[in-house]
C-alpha cells in the first residue's frame, strides 16, 4: 500500500504559540488529503479536506483561522494550529488518497499534540 | 448526510470466541464501505472493504463482513478471535462526497 507520512509524532507548546504539522505521501502524489481529529477513546473527526493548490474546506463548526491548512505540493499538506489552547490537545490524523488503490485511504502515524 | 452508527462501543471476548460488531450507515446512495483497526499505539489500517459485487467481503487476518443493502448494515466478523486482536475497529462510509466518515469505534479486548 501508499505511505503517508506525519511530523511530528509528539508535540508539546505553550498556550498561545503555533505548532504546524506535516503530512506527507512519500510513494505517491496526492491532490487531496484529509485532515482528522481524534480524542481519546473516541472516534475519527473529519476537520477539514486539503486540495492542492486551493483553499482547504473546512467541516461544520472547525474554525479555519485556528486551523490552518496548506497543501502546497502534490506530497505535502501541513495543518497549523495557531494561538493554541489546551482544548486543543487532541490526536490529529492526516490521510490521502491514492489513485493506484481506488477509493481507499491511506492514514498517517498521527500526531500527538498536548498543549500546556 | 452520511453517519455512520458502531453499536458496540467495548466489547470482551475470550480467545476463539466468535465475533460480529455491528455498523449501520445512513446514506441514501452508492456507497463504499470500510472496516479500519488501530493497534495499540498504532495507526489505522485497513482491514476490508466493499466497494461492489459480492455483498460478502473477505479481509486480512480471517476478518470479513456482509454488506446489507435493505438493512443498510456493514457488520464485521471473525469465526474465532485471537488476543492479537486486541485493538479499536472503526466502520467507515464513502458516498459521492468522497469523504471517508467514520463511525464511533468499537473496543475489543480479547482475554487469553
Known amino acids: 500500500g501508499a505511505v503517508v507520512s506525519q511530523h511530528p509524532s509528539w508535540v508539546i507548546c505553550k498556550s498561545g504559540t503555533s505548532v504546524k504539522i506535516e503530512c506527507r505521501s512519500l510513494d505517491f502524489q496526492a491532490t487531496t488529503m484529509f485532515w482528522y481529529r481524534q480524542f481519546p477513546k473516541q472516534s475519527l473527526m473529519l476537520m477539514a479536506t486539503?486540495?492542492?493548490?486551493?483553499?482547504?474546506?473546512?467541516e461544520q463548526g472547525v474554525e479555519k483561522d485556528k486551523f490552518l491548512i496548506n497543501h502546497a505540493s502534490l506530497t505535502l499538506s501541513t495543518l497549523t494550529v495557531t494561538s493554541a489552547h489546551p482544548e486543543d490537545s487532541s490526536f490529529y490524523i492526516c490521510?490521502?488518497?491514492?489513485?493506484?488503490?481506488?477509493?481507499?485511504?491511506?492514514f498517517g502515524e498521527g500526531s500527538r499534540l498536548t498543549v500546556l | 448526510a452520511q453517519s455512520v452508527s458502531q453499536h458496540n462501543h467495548h466489547v470482551i471476548l475470550s480467545e476463539a470466541a466468535s465475533l460480529e460488531l455491528g455498523c449501520n450507515y445512513s446514506?441514501?446512495?452508492?456507497?463504499?464501505l470500510f472496516w479500519y483497526v488501530q493497534y495499540p499505539g498504532q495507526h489505522l489500517q485497513l482491514l476490508l472493504k466493499y466497494f461492489s459485487g459480492d455483498p460478502l467481503v473477505k479481509g486480512i487476518k480471517g476478518f470479513e463482513a456482509e454488506f446489507i443493502k435493505s438493512k443498510f448494515s456493514f457488520n464485521l466478523r471473525k469465526p474465532s478471535v485471537q488476543w492479537s486482536d486486541t485493538a479499536e475497529y472503526f466502520c467507515a462510509v464513502n458516498g459521492n462526497t468522497g469523504k471517508l466518515i467514520f463511525g464511533q469505534g468499537t473496543t475489543l479486548q480479547v482475554k487469553p
Open positions: 490521510s490521502a488518497r491514492d489513485k493506484r488503490y481506488t477509493g481507499e485511504l491511506f
Open positions: 446514506y441514501g446512495g452508492t456507497v463504499n
Open positions: 486539503s486540495n492542492e493548490g486551493s483553499k482547504a474546506t473546512y
